[in-house]
């Protein structure tokens, strides 16, 4: 198996969850999104971005409104709905046991167990 395969599968697991919690503190531009996960190594780029964002707003996980921008035409900011804030932290709760599994397993040994 392809270590880099493996890591991106990981990746992409994580990256909704990644992406909420951005959410979480403020409501941000698709640019600020990739640059804040590019800062943690979870380098992304937009055509992977949008079909995410436009799923979570689908859900109604997501909402968004247009902002003016001194740059340019005016931008999209994305923001977390209460049920994506309830939904999130549902996933902080699946985060923390997948963690702690992960955390036990890690730490264990499995020599001469079989």
């Known amino acids: 198996m392809n270590i880099e395969n493996a890591k991106s ?10 992406v909420m919690l951005l959410l979480r503190k ?7 999104i990739i640059s804040h996960l590019k800062k943690a190594d979870l380098i992304v780029v937009e055509g992977t971005l949008y079909p995410l964002l436009t799923r979570l707003k689908k859900d109604g996980l997501l909402c968004y409104e247009w902002r003016e921008s001194t740059q340019g035409p005016p931008r999209k900011y994305y923001s977390l709905t209460a049920e994506g804030e309830t939904f999130l932290s549902q996933l902080d709760e699946v985060w923390n046991d997948i963690a702690n599994s992960v955390s036990i397993i890690h730490a264990s040994s499995f020599g001469g167990e079989g």
């Open 9 to 18: 599968q990981m990746r992409k697991g994580m990256l909704e969850y990644c």
């Open 26 to 32: 403020k409501a941000c531009y698709t640019s600020d």
